[in-house]
């Protein structure tokens, strides 16, 4: 398994800086709110569940003006929406302990935060244990980006499924789509899976289709960054690519998301706000010039999946199938109970 890559030492957060990953196992210590937005905004910490715990962390790193670093995390990356439910879960932490002393509203926000990461851990077993049950012992899987342990606090929400499977003695072939431009897919996913011994094998994003056409895959399980009350589903680039090409091959695409990612304040996905980032991720990825100077470049970091092409969500309440309005508010329902 990978090692903890969300630490709290007590007096600031440790994270590791999944930046450097493959080639190197290297932590960075926040010990500012500017630090840790930072750390998000270049995606030393990534994936919608781990931004979400890691800016509970930052919180408490900021007490000196607990409402300018909430504003400052907030305004690190705009489409997980893990990281405003963490953030209001802290404010409202904060306004139900206000004239309370400093020191003990800071022991309060920090066991606050470490309940945000542990109910995540949670949710992650539970989430596995609801989506191993639609796997078969010999199935062939798709996944793409990185929706592991790097991406959440526990198990991982996508790779948690697969994780869990493979738990109960399912023989499981796992392809990861390597994920353009910032190759989640290929340095965290093939990492993580390898690391943890999963029969893994990599492939660029063009390649799904093939691979799908040759038989080789029986489902699609990947993650989500924020999901609307329609089932509407925002995950990385690439996504409802990935799910038309599993539409045609009829193959069943699946979403794996904690209730945290369920945003009920959006009726549909075009609401959902895509985060935008910068051209050299494209023209010079990792440093090494790909595209002719000057050239115009699109790079939106998630794309919507509509919930036509989903077969089911699956959450830590339940697996969520269409009609998706009814089905959701059960899960959503069932999280508050
Ligand atoms: O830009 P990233 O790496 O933060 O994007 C991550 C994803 O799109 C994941 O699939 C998603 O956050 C789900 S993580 C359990």
Known sequence: MIPEHII?????????DQTRLPEEIAYLDCKTPHDVAAAIKRLSVRGAPAIGVAAA????????????????????????????????????????????????????????????????????????????????DGDGILTHCNAGALATGGIGTALGVIYTAIEQGKKIRVYADETRPLLQGSRLTAWELKAAGVDVTLICDNMAGVVMREGRINLVVVGADRITSNGDVANKIGTYSVAVLAEKHN?????????????????????????????????????????PDNIKVYNPAFDVTPHELIKGIITETGIAEAPYEKSIEVMMHLHRS
């Open 8 to 16: 709290w030492t007590g007096d600031f957060l440790r994270l590791l």
């Open 57 to 136: 962390y930052g919180v408490i790193l900021g007490m000196d003006n607990l409402n300018e670093t909430i504003k400052l995390l907030a305004s690190t990356r705009p489409t997980a929406v893990n990281l405003f439910w963490a953030l209001e879960r802290m404010k409202e932490c904060i306004n139900q302990h206000q004239g309370m002393n400093i020191d003990q509203l800071r022991q309060i926000l920090i066991k606050e935060a470490c309940l945000i990461h542990e109910d995540d851990k949670e949710k992650c077993k539970r989430i596995g244990a609801f989506g191993a049950s639609l796997i078969n």
């Open 251 to 291: 193959i069943p695409f699946f979403v794996a998301a904690p209730t945290s990612t369920i945003d009920m304040s959006l009726s549909d996905g075009s609401m959902i706000p895509i985060e935008q980032r910068a051209e050299e991720e494209i023209t010079c990825g990792f440093g090494r010039q790909t595209a």
